[in-house]
């Protein structure tokens, strides 16, 4: 059986969180992607074989967007979902106001009334506002915009007191002070959760991946000092733990060399008393089976396991990693740029540890070759760092608030000059 934490109504909820943004596509690749192979069609089968086998091994808590999988997250899920008794899950979905256009009350109400027709569900059980902390610096006349000055958060309040929303949150990305606004307003709004980024990478060293980040360690105590239950997303950074560099393996593997690093991480976000459920996009079954089983039951990390995750997040945030977690949020470029595909190459090649260093290394051939064959399989010619003209549309949808052109710019700096005279 799943290991399972008591909601804020005294639902029981899995600490394992299925989370719709990744589905699977016919052609093997997953849907949230606008790079080769995302206008595939939703491998709905291998979505249903997920949830059922979810439900069969005491998963109940699925989450989703109207934002996800180009739009067909909802139904996708509502249509598997319905298969089952009510009473065996909780569907979490979110206000994904973003664009001006549906930041009106009546725009932003169609979204809310949509989705729980989709969902086939009278009641919602966990409703957030979507990725508030957004917009730079207008982060706060963002938030305003979506959620205060429309009246959509007085509206959703009323919704809850009806019961047709069973608990109210938010998720966070982006500026702190808002972060802070919003919790601070938890003696009016009791807000029954709150879902935020958390790994062991972002524990202790967001800031050092890009300064406008917020540490884990840091929201995760400013909310559970209010005693609100955590939602943890992105336990792999994007998929960025899923793989380790030989250098982060070897202070690593000797505790466990059976472990996968998916393991570590899941294990690391369930260890905190204050989690609620950890979410997982789980694109194969073979990722639900793994972490159903990392959960069943949670071995909570040692004094020791924490340490060496610590020694080891020292080690990943020495590199030059893009943050990255593949949301597509950027996307799509204007000018047909592939920018998720672009930072998951170069990622790729860090956590490999062959990405090519200079032409007096033994390596460097080798690495040049490999990463240069690897990154124009990915990225067609027309959709590279290249093609970037920094006119920044991409920058402020980013939740982890990269500097989007300057990163392409580095990216195809690299590039060129490999081709050019495999000088890097």
Known sequence: ?????????????????????????????????????????????????????????????????????????????????????????????????????????????????????????????????????????????????????????????????????????????????????????????????????????????????NPRNVDAETLYNLVTERNIPVVVMEPLLGGRLAKFSEAVARKIAPLDPQATPASWSFRFAGTFPGVLTVLSGMTYLKYVEENVRTYSPLKPLNAKELATLERAAQTFVSGDNVPCTACDYCMPCPFGLDIPGIFAQWNQAIVEDRLPDFPGDPSYAANRRRFLVDYERAIPRLREAQRCIGCGRCAPHCPQSIDIPAMLRKVDEFVEKLRRNGRA
């Open 1 to 209: 059986m799943m290991t399972v934490r008591t909601g804020a109504h005294g639902e029981k909820v899995s600490l394992l969180g299925y989370g719709a943004m990744r589905y699977p596509t016919v052609d093997g690749s997953h849907a949230n992607t606008h790079r080769g192979g995302s206008s595939a069609a939703i491998d709905i089968a291998a979505v249903q074989q997920h949830v059922d086998y979810c439900i069969a091994h005491g998963v109940n808590y699925f989450d989703t967007s109207p934002a996800y999988c180009r739009g067909e997250s909802e139904k996708v899920l509502g249509d598997a979902l319905a298969k089952h008794p009510r009473e065996k899950w909780f569907v979490a979905t979110k206000l994904s106001n973003f664009a001006p256009k549906t930041h009106s009350f009546e725009a932003s109400r169609k979204i809310y009334d949509e989705s729980r027709r989709l969902l086939h569900t009278d009641v919602i059980d966990f409703y957030l506002l979507h990725a508030i902390g957004g917009g730079g610096a207008n982060a706060m006349k963002l938030f305003n915009s979506r959620f205060i000055d429309n009246g959509m958060l007085d509206f959703l309040l009323k919704e809850r007191e009806a019961g047709r929303i069973r608990n109210l949150g938010y998720s966070f990305h982006g500026d702190e002070a808002i972060f802070r606004h919003a919790l601070a307003m938890h003696d009016k709004v009791h807000w029954d959760f709150i879902q935020i980024q958390l790994n062991w990478v972002d524990w202790h060293h967001a800031k050092e991946i």
